[in-house]
């Protein structure tokens, strides 16, 4: 993502004030731009289902969209983050067939995932008639293979396509809904499906017409077996961080039943959801500044220690690396405490103009306090991406998802008012950790690059940290 962030920060430096604002608005519509248009789009559909098809129905298509969308993310998690690391070698290797290989496998793996899961949750746990549960677990595959597929996206450099893609589904789904006024539940989740299923494709179509070769099949030593593990056990870790709390609560104080055995925590996720959308200024901070920055001042350094530089001039080099990650962490925390400052003051009239549950004001306060330590680890996680030191990732996420676990059964019995606080002290465990590693790291990155985490001295699995 560096790459747009180059020209994003380009527009702003030569733009004056409108190319600042309209790097900031393109470079949130890259970084958020899907889970905007997403939340805005479940916020009105809640309302359009519970209107035309009443209370029970709307509870419903509330929580199968629900389960979907956690559940598909935690599907997805290991098998794109490891077909995104493999095809970002192919990619550098000039590997096209190798790429369109990668990604039909990665496809029906996450589609032979997800789909006895979602046969499980909706026609076993959720006891939905055969119609609504087949529909149920259609929406989850295909979410579970667009999280997979839409990465994919920004290797070649078709920003636009992913929230475009997005928007094309919805729009059609929208359309259609208007179109049947009196649908019921079953006709409700098909429309849903073909939106999403139409994002799908629309993904999947830019990605073979740029990847046209025929595919071929990645071998058994496409990526080494260690490396792939830790990758993929790191994605979800990551996922569980995000959504651990969450799931915890369901079962909590305030859940509520909401179909078959599955229940929900309608106060918790609302608040939760507009909570987390907090982040989306911080986000483009990281995409446009704090990466671009950071991406630069490595490729100075490995520039060096690939070229004929004196062993003082990469430590010089280093030195700078370590400053600019410190500025560019100093202004990303500032921005987003800015952020969450204003969401703590302004979260009564918010609540008011939309309507919400004024009960869950305290999980959406505690969640964008928690938003500004879940940006520092997901920039310590980008560092230590660079260093590959997959390693360290996966005790970075498993320390915030841990953490959150902790604190939220911890605050177990203290109702409402507790809402938030184990995803925000989850994430405050998270920024410690990843940016202990990072610091440590850096402090010997020169012998890391020669050396300790040289392919061909430690083995193209990588060090374990």
């Not at 993929?232 to 915890?248: C, H, R, T």
């Amino acid at each position: 993502m560096a790459g747009i962030g180059f020209q994003l920060a380009k527009v702003a430096r030569e733009g004056g004030v409108g190319g600042v604002a309209g790097a900031a608005a393109f470079g949130a519509l890259i970084s958020a731009g899907p889970w905007i248009v997403t939340a805005i789009a479940m916020g009105l559909l809640d309302h359009w289902a519970v209107r035309h098809l009443g209370v029970s129905g709307g509870r419903v298509v509330q929580t199968v969209l629900v389960y979907s969308f956690s559940l598909s993310a935690l599907a997805a998690a290991p098998i794109g983050i490891v077909a995104t690391r493999m095809v970002a070698d192919r990619i550098f290797a000039r590997d096209a067939a190798g790429v369109s290989g990668i990604m039909l496998v990665a496809l029906a793996a996450g589609g032979v995932l997800a789909l006895p899961t979602g046969a499980l949750v909706f026609g076993v746990l959720a006891q939905l008639p055969l119609v609504q549960a087949t529909l149920a677990t259609l929406i989850l595959t295909w979410l579970t293979q667009i999280w997979i597929a839409a990465p994919l996206l920004t290797a070649l450099r078709r920003y636009r396509a992913v929230p475009l893609a997005y928007i094309l589904g919805i729009v059609v789904a929208a359309g259609l809904l208007a179109l049947a006024p009196g649908a019921g539940v079953a006709t409700v989740l098909a429309i849903v499906a073909a939106g999403i299923g139409l994002t799908l494709a629309a993904i999947t179509i830019v990605i073979r017409r740029h990847f046209a070769q025929t595919p071929q099949l990645p071998g058994a030593d496409a990526i080494a077996p260690r490396l792939a593990w830790i990758v993929a056990i790191a994605g979800v870790a990551a996922v569980a961080a995000i959504w651990v709390d969450k799931w915890l609560l369901w079962l909590g104080p305030e859940s509520v039943s909401a179909i078959g055995v599955l229940r929900l925590n309608p106060i918790n996720d609302s608040g939760s959801f507009l909570g987390l959308l907090t982040m989306v200024p911080g986000l483009t901070l990281l995409l446009i500044v704090t990466e671009t920055r950071f991406d630069r001042a490595f490729g100075d350094m490995i520039a060096r220690c690939t070229g004929t530089s004196t062993l003082q001039r990469i430590e010089e080099a280093r030195v700078d690396l370590f400053w600019t990650m410190i500025d560019g962490l100093r202004l990303l925390m500032l921005v987003q405490l800015l952020v969450a400052a204003l969401a703590w003051v302004l979260a009564v009239p918010l609540f008011d103009l939309i309507g919400a549950d004024a009960r869950a004001i305290f999980a959406f306060r505690q969640t964008s306090v928690g938003t500004i330590f879940h940006l520092v680890t997901i920039a310590a996680t980008v560092v230590l991406a660079y260093y590959d030191l997959f390693g360290r990732i996966l005790l970075t996420w498993a320390g915030f998802a841990l953490g959150s676990a902790v604190a939220t059964l911890i605050q177990w019995d203290a109702g409402f008012a507790a809402f938030g606080w184990g995803y925000m002290a989850g994430a405050l465990i998270g920024a410690t950790v990843g940016l202990a590693m990072v610091a440590q790291a850096t402090v010997n990155l020169t012998y890391l690059l020669f050396v300790g985490n040289n392919p061909s001295v430690v083995g193209h699995g990588g060090r374990l940290l």
